[in-house]
């Protein structure tokens, strides 16, 4: 049987291979230097599936090069700085802002590499605490050391003398403090009750428990508030 052989890989699949590797993918030259070291399809043959290199940039999200060969010109540096002001509160994590991104027609994270922009440097134009952590090796820290996060302040104050990423990297991370704890402990309304049932002496005013719960590393009213919605009725469910 005779013909050309063909490639076999889809567009799909292609893309789900180079985007790992989305920092490479500059110049047709230096990726071949990087696809041949690491066993990964060449510029031909992304070329020939997507019609040409530069419509594979494209399709990953990167300006591709105008025919004069000068970078597109659609996104500057200073339109990208405004885009990160303007949309500031969803730049907590690169998955959340491409999700965003692409919802909404905006350039997604790989646009702003291409232009030089590190995710340090967007975090803080954004005004978004960074944090080297990944979620789980924060969700892992504040496992560990969970006796401190009675509140923030306790948890900012154990944080600033250990080094350790501040309540606010937590808050914005993970959508709110509350949501951040509920994801940590996953506490349930009857976890919640057992404990103040366990607590009855000290499970009085709202005052009164926050001092107990405190020193006893236990859930605030705040949280029994957001969960039940009202502290007397979480009193009146303890004797049921």
Do not use: C
């Amino acid at each position: 049987m005779t013909g050309k052989r063909k490639n076999s890989r889809s567009p799909d699949m292609l893309l789900r291979i180079t985007k790992p590797h989305i920092q490479h993918v500059t110049t047709v030259k230096e990726w071949d230097e990087y696809a041949r070291a690491n066993d990964l399809p060449t510029s031909r043959i992304l070329g020939h599936t997507f019609g040409s290199w530069n419509e594979f940039k494209e399709s990953l999200g990167i300006p591709a090069k105008s025919r004069e060969g000068s970078p597109n010109k659609v996104y500057d540096q200073k339109k990208l700085i405004n885009i990160i002001k303007e949309h500031s509160d969803f730049f907590t994590s690169k998955s959340v802002w491409n999700e965003y991104a692409r919802k909404n027609q905006l350039p997604v994270y790989e646009v702003f590499y291409y232009h030089k922009f590190k995710w340090k440097d967007i975090q803080e134009i954004a005004g978004v605490p960074y944090s080297a952590y990944t979620d789980e090796e924060l969700l892992q820290l504040a496992n560990e050391y969970k006796e401190y996060l009675t509140s923030r302040e306790e948890w900012d104050e154990f944080a600033k003398e250990n080094g350790y990423p501040k309540s606010v990297t937590f808050h914005r991370r993970f959508g709110g403090w509350f949501k951040f704890k509920k994801r940590l402990f996953g506490r349930t309304k009857e976890d919640l009750l057992k404990i103040a049932r366990e607590h009855e002496h000290a499970f009085t005013t709202k005052k009164e428990w926050d001092e107990y719960s405190q020193a006893h590393h236990l859930p605030k009213s705040q949280e029994y508030y957001r969960t039940f919605g009202n502290w007397n009725k979480v009193k009146s469910l303890i004797h049921t």
